[in-house]
């Protein structure tokens, strides 16, 4: 369990390897293939950043797992001179983001948890979805 919330590639290899470790790992339990695009970000962005992208990233195919009704999830890491970008991107059913609460009448508790992940370590995130067309999570981080 310790090895899926902070797996060793992780600190040993990255973000990326991290991610297609976990996306090959969840590609074998289920019946969704998943692609990981991008390159090792070069310098490193902080071990609590790339934990905390890690993170989110699990909990959003987490999330397509349980509720998506996908086939096919893409988790893609983009850089520019200023920003890194994690986008997590399925074909599934879509929702309104605006109509998911959890128990206490906020946001659904793993959007909550990706979001305040997020803005522990000075990320943007937001949730592109509509019924019919798939979801899109996305976080952007300074360089």
């Keep these: 369990v310790m090895a899926d919330l902070r797996p060793p590639v992780l600190d040993d290899y990255g973000l990326v390897?991290?991610?297609?470790?976990?996306?090959?790992?969840?590609a074998s339990r289920t019946s969704?293939?998943?692609?990981?695009?991008?390159?090792?970000?070069?310098p490193r962005l902080a071990l609590p950043?790339?934990?905390a992208l890690f993170r989110i990233a699990q909990e959003a195919l987490t999330n397509v797992t349980k509720?998506?009704?996908?086939t096919?999830?893409?988790?893609?890491?983009?850089?520019?001179?200023?920003t890194v970008r994690l986008i997590i991107a399925d074909d599934?059913?879509?929702?309104?983001?605006?109509?998911?609460?959890?128990?206490?009448?906020?946001?659904?508790?793993?959007l909550l948890t990706m979001a305040e992940?997020?803005?522990?370590?000075?990320?943007?995130?937001?949730i592109e979805s509509r019924p019919g067309q798939g979801t899109r999570v996305i976080v952007e981080v300074e360089r």
């Design 17 to 26: 390897a991290a991610l297609r470790w976990y996306g090959a790992q969840l």
């Design 32 to 42: 969704i293939a998943v692609t990981v695009q991008g390159h090792e970000l070069i």
């Design 49 to 51: 950043v790339e934990n």
């Design 67 to 70: 509720h998506a009704q996908a």
């Design 72 to 82: 096919k999830a893409t988790v893609a890491v983009e850089v520019d001179d200023e």
């Design 92 to 110: 599934g059913i879509g929702f309104d983001p605006a109509s998911v609460t959890g128990p206490d009448g906020r946001r659904g508790w793993g």
């Design 117 to 126: 992940r997020a803005e522990a370590v000075g990320s943007r995130f937001r």
